[in-house]
């Protein structure tokens, strides 16, 4: 296709994420059997398209609702600095929130929603991300479930953005340092 170009390496095929988010899926799944009141929170926009394909992995009703959050602007690391740009549109108190993400990076952005959240009395809070990148990490924040331990370079695809395109590459890759360090 006609991003492949921009892509330096493919990281994780459509095929391997499938059967990795099933396994996840599977986990949650066993994890929350028993549970009411489960709430999946995904953070926009990276995590829209994880949380499609796990969601349908989930047996076991749940609400979905979102939150969106930035701490990128146009560069390819995080400031520290997190902003909501859209809250929850329910309460979660009382409810077992599933945190899911695309990435978990320097950590900055999961510390401070799972704070925010935490605030607001769920009966508890756990983190299901895609992608951890430990090696970058700032802030003291475990994923309980993760996809893929990826190394520290600049991947996008399967939500994944850079400057807010790629997010609909089918696969995960590494973008081609070219394509973001031309003027
Ligand atoms: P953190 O706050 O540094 O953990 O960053 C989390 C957010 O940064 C993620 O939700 C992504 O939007 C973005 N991010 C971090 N690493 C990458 C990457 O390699 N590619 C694309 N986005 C990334
Ligand atoms: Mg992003």
């Given at each position: 296709?006609?991003?492949?170009?921009?892509?330096?390496?493919?990281?994780?095929?459509?095929?391997?994420?499938?059967?990795?988010?099933?396994?996840?899926?599977?986990?949650?799944?066993?994890?929350?059997?028993?549970?009411?009141?489960?709430?999946?929170?995904?953070?926009?926009?990276?995590?829209?398209?994880?949380?499609?394909?796990?969601?349908?992995?989930?047996?076991?009703p749940c609400r979905i609702d979102f939150m969106a959050a930035s701490?990128?602007?146009?560069?390819?690391?995080?400031?520290?600095?997190?902003?909501?740009?859209?809250?929850?549109?329910?309460?979660?108190?009382?409810?077992?929130?599933?945190?899911?993400?695309?990435?978990?990076?320097?950590?900055?952005?999961?510390?401070?929603?799972?704070?925010?959240?935490?605030?607001?009395?769920?009966?508890?809070?756990?983190?299901?991300?895609?992608?951890?990148?430990?090696?970058?990490?700032?802030?003291?924040?475990?994923?309980?479930?993760?996809?893929?331990?990826?190394?520290?370079?600049?991947?996008?695809?399967?939500?994944?953005?850079?400057?807010?395109?790629?997010?609909?590459?089918?696969?995960?890759?590494?973008?081609?340092?070219?394509?973001?360090?031309?003027?």
């Amino acid at each position: 296709m006609r991003m492949d170009r921009d892509i330096a390496e493919v990281l994780y095929t459509q095929e391997e994420i499938q059967r990795r988010v099933a396994q996840i899926g599977a986990e949650i799944t066993r994890d929350y059997q028993d549970k009411d009141n489960v709430v999946l929170v995904g953070i926009l926009r990276g995590s829209y398209v994880f949380m499609a394909d796990l969601s349908r992995h989930l047996d076991f009703p749940c609400r979905i609702d979102f939150m969106a959050a930035s701490s990128y602007g146009k560069g390819t690391s995080s400031s520290g600095q997190i902003e909501i740009k859209k809250d929850l549109t329910d309460p979660i108190n009382g409810a077992h929130v599933i945190l899911v993400e695309d990435i978990l990076d320097s950590g900055n952005t999961l510390d401070y929603l799972s704070k925010i959240l935490t605030a607001r009395n769920p009966a508890s809070i756990r983190i299901a991300t895609l992608l951890d990148k430990p090696e970058r990490r700032v802030k003291s924040v475990t994923a309980d479930y993760y996809g893929f331990v990826v190394p520290d370079a600049f991947v996008v695809g399967y939500g994944l953005d850079y400057a807010e395109h790629y997010r609909n590459l089918p696969y995960i890759g590494i973008l081609k340092p070219e394509v973001y360090e031309t003027p």
